[in-house]
């Protein structure tokens, strides 16, 4: 399921719904086989670890501190702690 929204009064809702429904192909043999599952890692925050630098090490995103602050349910002001637990993306 995939929703699309535009302003109210927009004619650019059937535009958008119909560039992502003409996005859609099958995947090849090869593509298939390259994909590997995303999982959830929970890790424990050590000295010197920070927003950043545990973001980096997310794969499947090039927002790598938004999506680290989302799963997280962090706000942009918030800081770690030794201790702490944090969930990261990995392979």
Known sequence: ????AAPRGSSALNQVSQFVSN???PLTAAEIASFKPLRIKVVQV?????VDS???QM???NR?????RLINALPTDATLSVGDRVKLISE
């Open 1 to 4: 399921r995939f929703l699309t």
């Open 23 to 25: 996005s859609f192909k």
């Open 46 to 50: 050590k000295t010197g670890d920070t």
């Open 54 to 56: 545990l973001a980096r």
């Open 59 to 61: 794969v499947g995103t």
């Open 64 to 68: 790598k501190t938004e999506l680290f």
